[in-house]
């Protein structure tokens, strides 16, 4: 028996495929996107009237600080379903794509909430529901005029297996190119290290990942970046070898393997009818595995007639790894994920200890990513993610007091939703949720419970955070109103080009500084939306150019966000100008 036919053996019987019905066509460009990412565990489970909602005083402080945190490290139970009641909720906020963390079945003795331990690859964990429940979710949200990615993994599957460390079962051993470590057992259901795989509990499924020598049993991943002298793209430097920890690192280049992830996926494309995928951890995957893979996948999507299905590549390890990945020609991911230090820019950015010129300096076509930036098709913006690759693990809120904080955040979010790219905002930043760790670098902490587990945000447990009336709320859902607009405004905000504009405080005109007021237009055809910041917690006012062919002398720029007053634009020397004035942590929108 083949590989491809005992995936499709293992697959749930009776369920149509996209081949039998019709399919839900892809949005014409994902530039007109406002994608939200949440972890299933940690989002809804339904039954959040039972539960008071959290007013930001000390009532709902669990009681036991160390069993709050010791909670985070296990399933909090979050539920498939629980998103489903939950999708109003999203798509008041003006979110129009659901990025859906990985609701794959995992070990059933071992607490990785998160999903990237996969056990089963073709089934849904039960914790967060049935495949059904999946099926039933991406159905609701079309319905709703939603689309939906699933996060998906194929560097690797769970801790579903034990390594012979002299006649012991151990998890971990530290990497070695050479020879393959031993195999001890299969791990069963209770945790034991076992010889034969006898229950759907054990081991790993489907059958044909039952093979040792799908495996590279290299040991843990202990160079997480190539050195200096060693070929990035090479497919046997250590990090594209290594295991994630216990997580056990498939051997992507065998044909085989890679065919039976491919078709793993291809069955979940089928079955859900959903969007597209975010694939987790590219670049410890060779580059041409990971091309085989989304030419695979890509050409499986359109031949059921999805077309534009998005391949959103998780590329840690800076702008040089994430440009290697992503080809503009559709050989490879469609898309990365702007985290790391372009995440830190927006949070630089937006809290006035930055240069605002160095964010703007990353959307310049000559720039190590290229025209990509400048086109705005090819990078997802982040600056709350669950991992903080880079930064310290602390959300944008955290530390952060006074009346301005909440506007703050939501501001944050403004600057993604009117710069180039693809807005996406993490679970929680609409409720300002801050992710303080008191320990320090445990990624548990940004991993807050929405729905009043026993790990709920602000240390609490027991209350709820789905708040519409929320500040911070509130301001992103008008700022993704005017984004999501379907004229020229809304256009020009999601698909036309960025100046960062010239200002004048008082003296010579010239490109902000660290802590100044900052402007940048975007323009499509004959179009101009003006966005202006104050970046500091003092009120703030500057003359800001604008396009003179586009703003007659005298014309008035009208307030589509923003409390500041309507600026009539002046011509002065060959410029025209307009004076903004902005409130502490303020953002506008003028067009």
Known sequence: MTNVDAIDRAATPGR?????????????????????????????DGREETRPKYDRTDAHRAPDPV????SGSRFQGGTINGITGKLGYLRDLG???????????????LETYHGYGIQDFMDVDPRFGSPDDLRALVAKAHDMGMYVLLDVIYNHTGDNWFYDDGGSPVSQLPYRFAPPYPMHGWRSAQGASVPRIAGRGDGVWPEPFQNPEWYTRAGSIGRWDPEPWEDPLH?????????????????????????????????????????????????????????????????YAESVGKENFLLLGEVTGGAAMARDYLDVFGRNVDAVLDIGQPAALIAGLVKGFADPQAFFAQYRGHDILGGHRETGRYHVTMFDDHDMVGRERRRFSAGNAGPHSDTQVAHAVGVQLTTLGIPCVY???????????????????IRESMFGGTFGAFGTQGCHFFDPEHPAYRRIQALAAVRNRPDGVGL???????????????????????????????????????VALNPTLNPMTALVTVHRPFHPEGSVLSVLYGETPPPSVVHHDGRALVRISLPPAGLAILG
């Open 235 to 299: 497919p046997d430097v250590e990090f594209r070898r290594g295991d994630f920890q216990t997580l056990k690192d498939l051997t992507l280049t065998r044909d085989d393997v890679l065919s039976a992830v491919v078709e793993v996926y291809k069955h979940w494309i089928a079955f859900t009818d959903c969007d597209g995928f975010r694939i987790d951890t590219v670049k410890h995957v060779p580059w041409e595995v990971s091309k085989n893979f989304c030419g695979a996948i890509r050409e």
């Open 16 to 44: 149509p495929t996209l081949g039998e019905e019709s399919v839900h066509p892809s949005p014409v460009t994902w530039r007109d996107q406002f994608l939200y990412f949440l972890l299933p565990d940690r989002f809804s």
């Open 67 to 70: 069993a709050w945190a010791d």
């Open 95 to 109: 979110v129009t794509t659901l990025w859906l963390g990985p609701v794959w079945r995992q070990r059933p003795d």
């Open 427 to 445: 679970y929680g930043t609409e409720q300002a949720f801050d992710g303080a760790s008191p320990a320090g670098g445990d990624d548990r902490y």
């Open 492 to 530: 020009a905000l999601r698909r036309g080009r960025m100046y960062l504009r010239e200002i004048s405080t008082g003296g010579s005109f010239r490109l902000p500084a660290t802590g100044e007021l900052t402007a940048w237009s975007r323009i499509l055809h004959d179009r101009e939306v003006l």
